[in-house]
């Protein structure tokens, strides 16, 4: 093999996704890669989605408006300044059809995952060809499948109907190399992107297992064993495969020294004075496992502020105002001495006119403090994190559909006592009462419950309600004079699935779009 890469990859992404702002390579330099480092050095570069990254990859910042936990704010009068972003924050809420092709300074998540996949593809296609050890192929090769297999993941959930609802719908174009191509690429199904996924993640376990254990249970910001075995555990609840999903969530349980966060040792913030909120997207958080993506990619369009007129009692002033609040459905869900409730759940800023916040915004488990001030540097903040909290949660519901489908009653006991173990540290010390069948009712409702409470903000429920049959969905906005607005969802409505952005279309003309919001 002699081909030569060049150094930004952007070009090899050109003719695959057809997107005109990577027409022109931004360095010409070319080399061809000797030694196992420089692909290492190559992944952390181009394949890792990280806050260090010099290319911004947004994954995520239309998602976080989609769900049921987030809701329109009733009472503001906007400034005439502020229409522009008023109506960018609506696209995303109203689920439209046309948000990628006029939201474009956030990002098109297509292009973005591909990207990264791009740069795993390359690390993959080199390995055979440069000097190294064989544990050093090994790792190199384990963390770019790890990673290609959860960008894939986050594609076909966003762009492919749910592999539960049906697996030979149409998911996203399958490519596996970064060699240059003008042949047309059609979508490959749903099942066969999970297949992909699925297998490409059991070749990474294998791989990360003939390391040394220093490297398989590492904590220095690269993949390791208990990542992809959580994630197979995530993936395997997608496709309701329950043994395999519990299997590994309990693998990531039982195996490793993470440990739940004991809400009690955190501080309730002062909603009257200065909100400060901690930062749970840390690596010294015993529940964290692995991290990836940027705040930028979470917040920017999540927290979307405009000035608007408020009447507070007698006083009316401008003050910038988030659009978008954590719905009361969401807010509500939580027992009163619930610790997430105030611990998790952000109040918004307020001003010294203010008698205290009204309405919390749509983030969490992010250090946050007076004026929506995130506190930190540009280059320094995580955004995703995957937690040993998900992981009892995978094994909660499996066991669960496992009990429910047949009966089994150790399956029911194993749920409840996984429920307990995260529940226990959610209330203050010595008031947790245990789960009894009375109690939970309805299994896997309960546990469904439970999982929306517990990881609220981090881009599992849209996902999640596609996966739970796709209901009936509303959101209610209010426009600038304060009349509601109502955008619905159907059951089963192909607006839960994303438009294909039309970048995708100009040099690939194999594919096909999804079907529109509300024609079924």
């Avoid at 947004?58 to 400034?79: H, N």
């Avoid at 009692?313 to 105002?321: I, N, R, Y």
């Avoid at 089963?492 to 529109?516: H, K, R, Y």
């Amino acid at each position: 093999m002699n081909r030569k890469i060049k150094y930004s990859l952007l070009v090899s992404v050109v003719l695959f996704l057809g997107c005109k702002d990577f027409l022109e390579p931004k360095s010409q330099s070319e080399y061809v890669p000797r030694v196992v480092q420089s692909l290492d050095e190559l992944l952390l570069g181009d394949a890792y989605h990280s806050p260090v990254q010099i290319t911004s990859n947004m994954l995520y910042s239309t998602l976080g408006l989609f769900d049921d936990d987030v809701a329109a704010r009733p009472d503001m009068t906007i400034v005439d300044e502020s229409e522009n972003d008023f109506n960018k924050a609506l696209l995303a809420f109203s689920w439209s059809k046309d948000m990628f092709t006029k939201l474009s300074g956030f990002g098109n998540a297509y292009a973005s995952s591909y990207r990264l996949i791009m740069g795993c593809n390359a690390v993959l296609d080199y390995l055979d060809d440069v000097a190294g050890t064989i544990e050093e192929k090994n790792d190199v090769k384990a963390q770019a499948l790890a990673l290609r297999s959860f960008y894939y993941f986050h594609l076909v959930n966003l762009y492919g109907k749910p592999y539960s609802v049906d697996k030979k719908a149409p998911g996203v174009p399958l490519k596996l190399t970064s060699r240059l191509s003008t042949d047309a690429m059609p979508r490959s199904t749903v099942e066969r992107i999970y297949d992909q996924i699925t297998g490409d993640l059991r070749e990474a376990e294998r791989l990360i297992k003939t390391l040394p254990d220093e490297k398989q249970l590492r904590k220095n910001k690269r993949v390791n064993l208990p990542f992809i075995q959580l994630l197979l555990s995530r993936v395997y609840l997608y496709m309701e495969n329950w043994e395999d999903a519990m299997r590994y969530a309990e693998t990531v349980i039982n195996n490793y020294d993470y440990m739940i966060k004991d809400l009690n040792t955190v501080k309730e913030p002062d909603r009257n004075s200065n909100l400060s909120y901690p930062n749970y997207y840390d690596w010294n958080n015993s529940e964290v496992i692995f991290m990836l993506g940027d705040l930028n990619d979470i917040i920017s369009l999540a927290i979307t502020s405009v000035t608007a007129v408020v009447t507070e009692g007698t006083e009316t002033f401008k003050k910038s105002t988030v659009v978008c609040v954590a719905s009361d459905d969401l807010i509500n869900s939580y027992d009163p001495n619930d610790l997430r409730k105030t611990r998790y759940l952000v109040w918004e800023s307020i001003t010294s006119k203010q008698s205290g916040p009204k309405y919390r915004i749509p983030v969490s488990k992010l250090k946050v403090g007076t004026d929506y001030n995130f506190n930190t540097g540009w280059g320094n903040d995580w955004g995703i994190a995957f937690k040993i909290t998900e992981a009892y949660l995978n094994a909660a519901e499996a066991a669960a559909m496992v009990y429910k489908t047949e009966g089994d009653a150790v399956c029911q006991t194993k749920a409840l006592q996984w429920l307990d173990k995260l529940r226990e540290k959610r209330y203050p010390t010595g008031t947790y009462i245990e789960l009894t069948v009375a109690k939970v009712g309805d299994l896997v409702e309960f546990v469904r419950a439970e999982r929306r409470r517990e990881l609220c903000f981090e881009h599992h429920r849209w996902f999640d309600l596609r996966r739970y049959g796709m209901e009936k969905l509303k959101h209610v906005w209010y426009d600038r004079n304060h009349n509601p607005i109502e955008y619905v969802l159907e059951k089963n409505d192909p607006g839960f699935t994303l438009m294909l952005p039309a970048s995708a279309f100009e040099n690939n003309p194999a594919l096909e779009q999804n079907d529109i919001q509300g024609e079924l």
